[in-house]
């Protein structure tokens, strides 16, 4: 089962900083029917302008993934860790049992990210945030698993909860195959460009809800960037 989400479809709010799209129900968009996708709890598509950002605000008990899709985005929190996520990379944050951060803009330019919330399994844990470069040449034509709470994917970003966020880079007319195991769900949206998964379209900033498809078929309509979470 694949179920198309187009991007005119979903939630939004334009708070003139911050131009936020929710593929699940967040903050004052709310849809009973789009509460979660097996652990993925929160996809929003954010576009933030120019020295701007989110002030400091707590979490607890849940994997932030942040992809940077055009811009940067400075991070800093209460352990005192800072850095600069720039286009293309990534950076998480295991809440765990408490942690305030922000996140600016400092760019003169608009930023441009999806933020990925996943349920953990490791509730109370220390809370920890990491950040890597993920050059597009290393994704360039399969997937990369770019973080990860699963055996074997050592190389990814260490999320608390067995569940993979990937990424692909693909030119149009390239395919990606992708196993998904009995049980499990995938959430999919292209970055850039068009897509089909099993024959269904999506062009950029839609998602497509997967469940019961043991094999994806993942085809470049043009030249896309595509990122997937898959979840129990």
């Known amino acids: ?23 699940f129900s967040f903050a004052d968009y709310q849809d009973r029917n789009r509460m979660n996708w097996g652990a993925l709890r929160v996809w929003n598509d954010d576009i933030i302008a ?9 979490h607890r008990d849940m994997e932030i993934i942040t992809y940077v899709r055009t811009g940067a985005i400075t991070y800093e929190d209460s352990l005192g860790n800072k850095g600069r996520t720039g286009t293309g990379d990534v950076q998480v944050m295991s809440a765990g049992s408490g942690i305030t951060h922000a996140e600016y803009n400092r760019e003169d330019i608009a930023t441009s990210l999806f933020q990925i919330w996943i349920q953990t399994d490791q509730r109370g844990a ?4 990491d950040a890597r470069p993920f050059p597009k040449g290393d994704r360039a034509g399969s997937l990369a698993v770019l973080a990860s709470g699963m055996p074997g994917d050592e190389g990814a970003l260490p999320i608390r909860t067995p569940a993979r966020v990937l990424g692909a880079s693909l030119r149009a007319g390239e395919r990606v195959t992708y196993a998904l195991d009995a049980g499990r769900s995938a959430y999919l949206v292209p970055a850039v460009g068009s897509v089909s998964v099993n024959g269904v379209a999506l062009a950029a900033r839609d998602g497509a809800a997967i469940r019961d498809e043991p094999a994806l078929t993942i085809t470049a309509l043009d030249d896309c960037e ?3 979470v898959d979840s129990a």
Do not use: K
Not at 1 to 23: K, N, Q
Not at 126 to 129: D, K, N, V
């Open 1 to 23: 089962m694949i179920e198309h989400r187009p991007f005119a479809a979903i939630g939004a709010a334009d708070h003139g900083w911050l131009d936020a799209h929710h593929h």
């Open 126 to 129: 220390p809370p920890a945030w």
């Open 50 to 58: 120019p020295h701007t950002g989110f002030s400091p605000h707590p």
């Open 226 to 228: 595509i990122v997937m």
